[in-house]
């Protein structure tokens, strides 16, 4: 199973240590957040829907039920606007919007 996968960098990953270059994503058989070490440069990245992308991709294992999975794209996230936008991009459950 595929996973959309996040890599956090400059002002979108303040609140960690500047050497923890990791790639986070869910567990889209049990749920749960994981992550991994990033392997590929950020160079790998390419400009895709709005953001830079890795659509290559990584293979992963998720630490709390063991099912292998393939974490594509990764998605290279910058600051908090970025952030927010990401989010609202690729939203597992979209929100419903009522009008009156």
Same mark, same amino acid.
């Given at each position: ?25 869910? *567990?889209?058989? *049990?749920? +749960? +957040? ?8 950020? @160079? ?17 294992? *998720?630490? @709390? *039920? ?32 009522? @009008?009156?």
């Amino acid at each position: 199973m595929e996973t959309i996968g996040v890599r956090y960098t400059a002002w979108a990953a303040l609140d960690r240590d500047p050497q923890d270059d990791r790639v986070e994503f869910h *567990c889209p058989h *049990c749920g +749960a +957040a994981g992550w991994k070490p990033a392997r590929r440069p950020r @160079s790998e990245y390419r400009f895709t829907d709005g953001f830079l992308q890795d659509e290559q991709g990584e293979m992963a294992v *998720c630490r @709390s *039920c063991r099912q292998r999975l393939r974490v594509a794209p990764v998605v290279l996230v910058h600051d908090a606007d970025e952030k927010r936008r990401f989010e609202a991009f690729f939203t597992l459950e979209p929100e419903l919007v009522l @009008s009156r």
